[in-house]
């Protein structure tokens, strides 16, 4: 690169979706009774999260139990999305517990065009995503994020996934992410979503002249205030553009877990493109035939599912 500011900006606009990846065992880590010795700690401490969450999730402005938290850390970025969903522990452990499940709802995302699971050089199991910069890129100008994976608890009561990446795209590093999920009763679950990466100081200064120029209509999910005519006024900057990645990769969670087994592919595009669409001024991006086009192409190419 020959200047600070020569970062396409569109490599910046989607570097947070790569960012799927970047993961909460951060987050986790900073919190009290992080590292719990045991599934049924782990369970007693997601449990005790939902019930200081209580209110909050009760008033949720998303018109669903839900809680979006972002932060800038001294090293990079962090989400953390909090929810109640209509689905009972063992369904949601059935989905989510292979890494080829994982493709499948990650690749929902827009700028997701390609996964693959295999064996990490060291052992163990591994996720590849291939995500381009912009939607109507090919995939062969996609970069590549190898997420070693690991089933951390899988127990009645308790489900805990980490995926953990060294080394991303321009800049970017310990790319982290972790989901965890605990019984609160027979058809609801409490799941907890988080990410976080790290980046470099020319990372940081170029997203936030790409914030500050082409993105500064870009915001966010949480309310600083009110707009001049009564309007919410919403975050912007680093932490806006974490809210709109965390939130549309809940959402690839979300358009899973709804689907039926063996669900057609379109049938989840079309029920994560319709949940994005509730969000028009953080989440609108393309229309959906353009999304439906790219997805099937992608399937068509790789020959993966209907």
């Keep these: ?54 209110a909050k ?23 953390d999305i909090y929810a109640v969903v209509d689905h009972a522990l063992p369904e949601i452990s059935a989905a989510l517990k292979e890494p080829s499940r994982w493709c499948e709802l990650l690749t929902l995302h827009v700028n997701n065009r390609r996964c693959r699971t295999g064996t990490a050089p060291q052992g163990g199991e591994m996720l590849t995503l291939f995500v381009v910069r912009r939607y109507d890129k090919p995939v062969e100008q996609a970069f590549q994020l190898p997420f070693a994976y690991r089933l951390g608890s899988a ?31 027979a058809g609801r679950s409490f799941l907890h979503f988080g990410y976080s990466y790290d980046h470099n100081m020319m990372v940081r200064m170029a997203t936030q002249a790409y914030l500050a120029t082409f993105g500064r209509n870009k915001v966010g999910f ?3 205030g009110k707009e ?14 974490v809210e709109r990645n965390a939130m549309r990769y809940f959402l690839t969670l ?35 035939d353009t999304y439906l086009a790219i997805k099937r192409e992608d399937r068509q190419r790789d020959g993966a599912g209907r």
Excluded at 268 to 287: M, N, T, V
């Design 57 to 79: 999730l009760a008033q949720s402005g998303f018109g669903r139990p839900l809680q979006l938290d972002s932060m800038e850390t001294p090293n990079g970025l962090q989400g």
């Design 222 to 224: 949480t309310v600083v």
């Design 155 to 185: 127990t009645p009561e308790y489900l805990s996934v980490e995926m953990n990446a060294a080394n991303g795209p321009l800049g970017t590093s310990n790319y982290r992410v972790t989901l965890e999920a605990v019984a609160l009763d």
């Design 228 to 241: 001049a005519d009564g309007q919410p006024d919403y975050i912007r900057g680093t932490r806006g553009l």
């Design 1 to 54: 690169m020959s200047s600070l500011f020569s970062l396409p900006a569109s490599w910046v606009r989607t570097l947070a979706g790569a960012v799927l990846l970047a993961a909460a065992a951060h987050a986790l880590a900073a919190s009290p009774g992080a590292a719990p010795a045991s599934a049924s700690a782990a369970a007693q401490a997601l449990r005790a999260t939902h019930q200081r969450m209580g």
């Design 254 to 288: 979300d358009a899973y877990l709804s689907s039926k087994a063996g669900a057609p592919a379109e049938q989840r595009e079309r029920s994560w493109f319709a949940a994005a669409e509730q969000y028009p001024r953080q989440l609108h991006e393309i229309e959906l």
